[in-house]
């Protein structure tokens, strides 16, 4: 919950707009600032105070605890210029909750986190819990220093300017131990342990078995990922309540699925009571992964048999390939979840023009793999292999990725084997559609003329179908130096369908700085106007230039009933 405090007119007035737009998300504290301050501290996981940010340091400082505790504080001043990241920056959230309130407000958000300033993640928000000098190899980063990256075990990290040499390091690992000075340990989650119980075991039997295997086996229990048994157990206490203070889940599964898993230790036992030769192991290896440590039983003081078993399985990280779209090329129009991606991803796959478009937005430290116009396949291939080796992959492309972009070649490439994660963009047939009015206001259809991939008599029999169909068309790669052809041909098509006058955008270059567009007929369209850069949008039966614009209304009905209103006189103009 986020607590809201205001002293000001102006101040709630922006504090309102924040309630109404986050209504599941804040809390608005009245009464004395001090009082609410103290409230809202207390209660809330942040705060947005509208407020100096030297009142709020006063009000705040005599309540400050620990920072992996506190909760996160952004100021904004009076004039709404400002959404100040004053307390909590990466632990209370307070950085990005700046950025946010500062694009519902147009407040400049304010983040001095070293880090954050220079684009470089920071190793407390990674995700993963981690152990170590973490300032003072956050330190050596910023400066430049050489940090060594050392991973025992796969996991798709963001970038981060890693070099040989030096002697601070990071270090992958589910491995038990404590890191040496100068070095971080980050701890992903790849442990899977698998837990076989007695009716009614508990959890103090559940976790003493899985630290005794855990220490036994030299693996550290803050890598442990889930724990895994029979559905028949899933509300098993021991279990439910052992998972809750590890911090974990429970992922169940059939007993009929555990039992087609195979296993070392098989028994009759769990065949009997739940209908799987393993629980144990069968649950730690259902998802797949190494077998690490074969069933092992807990152990009683009391001497009664033992009521728990458990086997733990590595499962690796995942390799993640994001499949980006770019959008027509206007900054503005590249969507939010693209640019995080776009940060997110330490290896980046694209054709050089597009990496140009964006090798800003890129942190220090990612590896850039770019290549020239007709190595698409050889993108996507490269895009799958690196996500294969456990790198978090971006591959871009423009417009949306899955218009004739990167996201068909790519998709074929990749097995389950990776996590692919697709990112919408603004495509070219919208962003052209918007410059030239509503052209795709009812059916439309999207068709490349190249017939480098696609023979010609495919397109040819699409195009006539959309003719035919009387659907609105937008014709992608229509011209080039050596297809000058197709165009004259595809226009000639529909011309047997729609008359002359039937309207014809030519977009150039749609948002970006050379920008261009006409609005023409079928009947006078010149192709020497087009080009690669250009998309040309063929209207239908009802499409009409409206006051300059191309317009297809939604549907014939509605159509004719705007018609009949424009030609009526109005009653105003009948008085």
Same mark, same amino acid.
């Given at each position: 919950m986020i607590g809201l405090i205001s002293a000001t007119a102006a101040g709630a007035a922006a504090r309102d707009r924040l309630?109404?737009?986050? =209504?599941?998300?804040?809390?608005?504290?009245?009464?004395?600032?001090?009082?609410?301050?103290?409230?809202?501290?207390?209660e809330c996981e942040q705060l947005v105070c509208f407020l100096a940010t030297g009142a709020v340091v006063r009000l705040v400082a005599p309540l400050l605890g620990d920072k992996a505790d506190d909760p996160g504080v952004v100021c904004v001043d009076e004039g709404g210029r400002y959404a100040v990241s004053l307390l909590g920056g990466h632990g209370g959230g307070a950085n990005e909750l700046a950025r946010e309130v500062g694009? @519902? &407000?147009?407040?400049?958000?304010?983040?001095?986190?070293?880090? *954050?300033?220079?684009?470089?993640?920071?190793?407390?928000?990674?995700?993963?819990?981690?152990?170590? %000098?973490?300032?003072?190899?956050?330190?050596? $980063? &910023?400066?430049?220093?050489?940090?060594?990256?050392?991973? #025992?075990?796969?996991?798709? !990290?963001?970038?981060?300017?890693?070099?040989?040499?030096? %002697?601070?390091?990071?270090?992958?690992? *589910?491995?038990?131990?404590?890191?040496?000075?100068?070095?971080?340990? &980050?701890? =992903? /989650?790849? @442990?899977?342990?698998g837990v076989g119980a007695s009716k009614g075991v508990p959890v103090e039997e559940v976790l003493g078995l899985i630290s005794r295997v855990c220490e036994d086996a030299g693996l550290s229990p803050r890598s442990i990922a889930e @724990?895994?048994?029979?559905?028949?157990?899933?509300? #098993?206490?021991?279990?439910? #309540?052992?998972?809750?203070? !590890?911090?974990?889940?429970?992922?169940?599964? /059939?007993?009929?699925?555990?039992?087609?898993?195979?296993?070392?230790?098989?028994?009759?036992?769990? &065949?009997?009571?739940?209908?799987?030769?393993?629980?144990?192991?069968?649950?730690? !290896?259902?998802?797949?992964g190494e077998l690490l440590v074969p069933k092992r039983r807990s152990e009683r003081a *009391?001497?009664?048999?033992?009521?728990?078993?458990?086997?733990?399985?590595?499962?690796?990280?995942?390799?993640?390939?994001?499949?980006?779209?770019?959008?027509?090329?206007?900054?503005? $129009?590249?969507?939010?979840?693209?640019?995080a991606e776009l940060r997110r991803a330490s290896v980046l796959v694209g054709l050089d023009q597009y990496v140009d478009q964006i090798r800003d937005l890129l942190r220090p430290g990612?590896?850039?793999?770019?290549?020239?116009?007709?190595?698409?396949?050889?993108?996507?291939?490269?895009?799958?292999?690196?996500a294969r080796e456990g790198q978090a992959v971006? @591959?871009?492309?423009?417009?949306?990725?899955?218009?004739?972009?990167?996201?068909?070649?790519? $998709?074929?490439?990749?097995? *389950?084997?990776?996590?692919?994660v697709g990112v919408p963009g603004v495509t070219a047939a919208l962003a052209a559609g918007a410059i030239l009015g509503a052209p795709l206001g009812h059916d439309h259809v999207s068709i490349s003329l190249s017939d480098l991939h696609t023979p010609w008599e495919v397109i040819e029999r699409r195009v006539r179908a959309a003719a035919e169909a009387d659907i609105v068309v937008t014709f992608y790669n229509p011209r080039s130096r050596g297809r000058d052809w197709q165009l004259p041909k595809a226009l000639g098509i529909l011309a047997e369908h729609r008359a002359p006058g039937t309207p014809v955008g030519v977009v150039r270059n749609a948002s970006r700085a050379d920008e261009s567009s006409r609005l023409t007929t079928l009947g006078e369209l010149d192709p020497a106007w087009v080009d690669m850069m250009t998309v040309v949008t063929v209207g239908n039966t009802a499409t009409r230039n409206i006051a300059g614009r191309m317009v297809t209304p939604r549907g014939y009905r509605w159509q004719e009933s705007e018609l009949s209103r424009q030609a009526a006189p109005s009653e105003e103009g009948a008085r």
């Open positions: 309630a109404a737009a986050w =209504p599941e998300r804040t809390r608005v504290y009245d009464g004395p600032v001090g009082d609410a301050v103290r409230r809202a501290f207390a694009a @519902l &407000l147009a407040a400049e958000p304010v983040v001095t986190t070293a880090t *954050d300033a220079v684009g470089i993640p920071g190793l407390d928000t990674l995700g993963l819990p981690y152990e170590g %000098d973490v300032a003072g190899v956050t330190r050596a $980063l &910023l400066d430049g220093e050489p940090v060594a990256l050392e991973s #025992e075990v796969v996991w798709p !990290l963001p970038p981060l300017p890693f070099a040989a040499g030096g %002697d601070r390091r990071v270090r992958v690992t *589910d491995r038990a131990g404590e890191p040496a000075a100068g070095e971080v340990w &980050l701890r =992903p /989650p790849t @442990l899977v342990v @724990l895994a048994t029979v559905d028949a157990k899933a509300e #098993e206490h021991g279990i439910v #309540e052992a998972a809750a203070r !590890l911090g974990v889940p429970v992922v169940t599964y /059939p007993a009929g699925e555990l039992a087609a898993v195979e296993v070392p230790n098989p028994s009759d036992a769990p &065949l009997a009571a739940v209908g799987t030769p393993s629980v144990a192991e069968a649950a730690a !290896l259902a998802g797949g *009391d001497g009664l048999p033992a009521m728990a078993t458990c086997a733990v399985v590595r499962r690796p990280g995942r390799g993640r390939l994001a499949v980006v779209g770019l959008g027509p090329g206007a900054r503005d $129009l590249l969507t939010e979840r693209a640019k990612t590896r850039i793999l770019e290549s020239g116009l007709g190595a698409e396949e050889e993108r996507a291939r490269t895009a799958v292999a690196e971006a @591959l871009i492309g423009s417009g949306d990725a899955g218009v004739y972009a990167m996201a068909s070649p790519a $998709l074929a490439e990749a097995s *389950d084997d990776i996590d692919v």
